[in-house]
């Protein structure tokens, strides 16, 4: 919720788990939020430019989280040729 002036007003704000789409509520405890910096041609971390995925403690706790990040940094342009769909 948002008050006259536009800021955020809310004590707990959902987030969305980026691997399954699954809300993330305040009990999940397994949870975890991973932030990947941006850099430059000099391999140094570029302030306030990153990618953040979340992921829920269901997805941890299956052993697919390092999957799923491969995947969606894929997706993303961080990564290639790591993560396929044929692959075994």
Not at 47 to 52: K, L
Request: charged content about 25%; proline content about 2%; hydrophobic content about 35%.
């Amino acid at each position: 919720m948002e008050n006259d002036q536009g800021h955020v007003v809310d004590l707990y704000v959902p987030r969305k788990c980026a691997a399954t789409n699954r809300l993330i509520t305040c009990k999940d405890h397994a949870s975890v939020q991973l932030n990947f910096a941006a850099v430059d041609e000099e391999g140094k971390a570029i302030p306030g430019q990153y990618i953040t995925y979340a992921l829920c403690g269901a997805v941890r706790g299956i052993g697919e989280s390092d999957d799923s990040i491969n995947r969606l940094a894929t997706k993303d342009g961080l990564l290639k040729d790591v993560w396929s769909a044929t692959q075994k």
